[in-house]
């Protein structure tokens, strides 16, 4: 979705006729801080977050093998793996 040059003119000849040309300063002083100030924040996430191994391709289909492992152990141990009966091909439903 990108905008073009004339859904950009519209955008700001409402802007000037909603806040007005005494306004629209301010509001693009106080738009370019609020964006400075949220790149300022999700910089310091990244710096804060713990670094987490990355596999490697040798690694990666062992890691893969395993979870399938942990997660279908889990579905056959669940109380409900042993009321669940097959369906019958015969039947069509």
């Given at each position: 979705m990108r905008l073009g040059i004339g859904e950009i003119l519209v955008v700001?000849?409402?802007?000037?006729?909603?806040?007005?040309?005494?306004?629209?300063p301010q509001l693009g002083s106080s738009l370019g801080q609020a964006i400075k100030s949220f790149k300022r924040g999700l910089g310091s996430l990244h710096d804060d977050a713990p670094e987490?191994?990355?596999?490697?391709?040798?690694?990666?289909?062992?890691?893969?093998?395993?979870?399938?492992e942990d997660r279908a152990g889990s579905r056959a141990e669940?109380?409900?793996?042993?009321?669940?009966?097959?369906r019958d091909p015969?039947?069509?439903?």
């Amino acid at each position: 979705m990108r905008l073009g040059i004339g859904e950009i003119l519209v955008v700001l000849a409402l802007a000037l006729l909603f806040f007005g040309p005494s306004k629209l300063p301010q509001l693009g002083s106080s738009l370019g801080q609020a964006i400075k100030s949220f790149k300022r924040g999700l910089g310091s996430l990244h710096d804060d977050a713990p670094e987490q191994p990355v596999a490697t391709a040798k690694e990666a289909p062992k890691a893969l093998a395993a979870d399938v492992e942990d997660r279908a152990g889990s579905r056959a141990e669940s109380p409900g793996a042993a009321l669940s009966t097959p369906r019958d091909p015969k039947r069509t439903s």
